[in-house]
C-alpha cells in the first residue's frame, strides 16, 4: 500500500499571473522560441515537485531496514527440557530377584520394573516391611555408607532395583534360631512400596534358612536389575 504525504499535489505549470507559457501579458504570441523555452522551464519544474512527492510517498511506504538480529528461538539450546514424572505405582510391576548369603549376611534383590507408555523416574529409597510370625511388623532401615540416592529415569520396560540386607543369626550369639531371638523367623509377608509411593506389594518372605534376625535395611534404588550401583560393584 502506498501512503501519500499529506498536502502534496501535482502543480500546475503556470507563470505569474495565471497565464499559459505561451501567452505573455501584452495579449500577443511570444516568439516561438521563447514559448519554447518558457514551456521547457514549466515541465522541468513540474518534474520536480512529482519526483519529491514520489520520494515522500516511497519513503513513507517501506519500511526501515532491521539493523538487529531476528528475535524468537531456534529451537537449540537455552532451553530447559521438561523433566520425566515419578513412575506411578499402578505401571511398576515389583518382584524380587537374586538372594544371596554370605558369613551370616543375607541379601534379597528388589526388581522395579514399568510398563509406562513414557518415560518416568523413581529416584531414593523404597520401603520394606516384614509381617511376622506373632502378627506384627519389622521395618528396614536405610543404610548408611552407601553412595546418595540418585535419578533413575526408566524406558518403558526397563527396570531399577534395590537391595534388602539383614543378618540371618541370632544377634545374642545364641545357637538356636528362633521368633524370640530372630524376630524375622518365620514371616508371613514382606510388603515393599516404591520410593514416593505408598501402595505395596505383597512379596514372599526369607525362608527359615535363611531368617532376618537383626540389621534389617535397604539400599536405594539403581538403574538395571542387580541391586548394585555402577559405582560400589
Not at 506373632?134 to 526397563?158: E, F, I, N, Y
Not at 537383626?214 to 539403581?222: E, L, Q, R, Y
Amino acid at each position: 500500500m502506498t501512503v501519500r504525504a499529506h498536502g502534496c499535489s501535482t502543480p500546475r505549470p503556470d507563470l505569474a499571473g495565471g497565464r499559459s507559457p505561451a501567452q505573455p501579458a501584452s495579449g500577443r504570441a511570444a516568439p516561438a522560441s521563447r514559448r519554447v523555452l518558457l514551456t521547457a522551464a514549466a515541465l522541468v519544474t513540474l518534474a520536480g515537485a512529482t519526483a519529491g512527492c514520489t520520494a515522500a510517498s516511497t519513503s513513507a511506504a517501506t519500511p526501515p531496514a532491521a539493523t538487529g538480529a531476528a528475535t524468537g528461538g531456534t529451537g537449540h539450546g537455552g532451553g530447559t527440557q521438561a523433566a520425566a514424572p515419578q513412575c506411578p505405582a499402578a505401571d511398576l510391576n515389583i518382584k524380587t530377584g537374586a538372594d544371596e548369603a554370605a558369613a551370616g549376611h543375607s541379601y534379597l534383590t528388589v526388581i522395579f520394573t514399568t510398563s509406562s507408555a513414557t518415560p518416568c523416574v523413581l529416584q531414593g529409597y523404597p520401603g520394606a516391611e516384614l509381617t511376622t510370625a506373632g502378627g506384627g511388623t519389622l521395618d528396614a532401615q536405610r543404610t548408611t555408607g552407601a553412595p546418595a540416592p540418585s535419578r533413575v529415569t526408566l524406558a518403558p520396560g526397563q527396570s531399577a532395583s534395590a537391595l534388602i540386607g539383614w543378618e540371618h543369626f541370632p544377634q545374642n550369639g545364641s545357637a538356636t534360631v528362633s521368633p524370640a531371638d530372630c524376630p524375622g523367623y518365620g514371616a508371613t509377608t514382606l510388603l515393599v512400596t516404591a520410593p514416593g509411593q505408598t501402595t505395596p506389594t505383597r512379596l514372599a518372605p526369607p525362608g527359615t534358612t535363611s531368617p532376618v534376625c537383626w540389621g534389617f535395611d535397604v539400599s536405594p534404588v539403581v538403574p538395571g536389575s542387580a541391586g548394585r550401583s555402577p559405582v560400589s560393584s
